[in-house]
């Protein structure tokens, strides 16, 4: 589970899904991804986070 300021995030298994809650103030989405497309996201999200903190890292002179 993560929580950022008013937004929060849950990811919970079913019996062959996995359920991802994004709640945002009164908002809510509900994801439920087979175990072939949670993996398929884990991998994406992970080549996007390591791609973002490189740019962080970068300095413009």
Known sequence: MTHTKDRNVVVD???????VIISHGE?????????????TLHQAL???????EQRQNLRID
């Open 13 to 19: 298994i079913e019996r062959n899904r996995l359920r």
């Open 27 to 39: 908002d809510e989405e509900i994801i439920k991804l087979s175990v072939s497309e949670a993996r």
């Open 46 to 52: 992970g080549e996007k986070l390591e791609d973002y």
